[in-house]
């Protein structure tokens, strides 16, 4: 189950940051999100360590914790998404697919011409399209 997705901008500032549990794990949620900002810049620093290559903008699992796995990817603009979730036994085509649908609702919602770029994004439809992907990535991956 997905608990918090991210959007983190070029300078690793905050853009979006959507959490689906209770309202006490926002700030242990929020905390795993800024510590996995650490490992992305590692991978993408050092590449040959993590035996990715340049072009990969899917960063896989960034780290385990007691209770959550995260993910990360990276956009062409080094915009980077992280995915928090409680699933123990996720297939990475499933973190890929939610990545690849996530991202095109990340373009959707930064092409506007109202948005500015590097602000937080406050577009109500971005949001119910993130919960309707999480939703979707629910019932894909329980069944």
């Known amino acids: 189950m997905i608990v918090c997705v991210a959007v983190v901008g070029q300078q690793n500032n905050p853009l979006y940051i959507q959490s689906f549990t209770e309202a006490e794990d926002d700030l242990k949620l929020h905390h795993i999100v800024h510590c996995s900002l650490d490992v ?3 991978r993408v620093n050092n590449p040959k360590r993590s035996g990715s290559t ?6 896989g699992l960034l ?3 007691e209770n959550y796995k995260v993910y990360g990817y990276l956009t ?3 915009v980077k998404f992280i995915l928090v979730t409680t699933d123990l036994d996720v297939r990475d085509a499933d973190v890929r697919n939610f990545f690849r649908r ?3 609702a990340y373009v959707d919602a930064v092409s506007n011409p109202f948005h500015v770029p590097g602000k937080k994004i406050t577009s109500r439809t971005f949001a119910e399209r993130v919960s309707n992907i999480v939703k979707s990535f629910r019932l894909s991956s329980s069944g």
Do not use: Q, R, W
């Open 40 to 42: 992305v810049d590692e």
């Open 54 to 59: 340049l072009n990969e903008t899917f960063l």
């Open 63 to 65: 780290y385990p914790t």
């Open 76 to 78: 062409n603009t080094k």
């Open 102 to 104: 996530f991202h095109s």
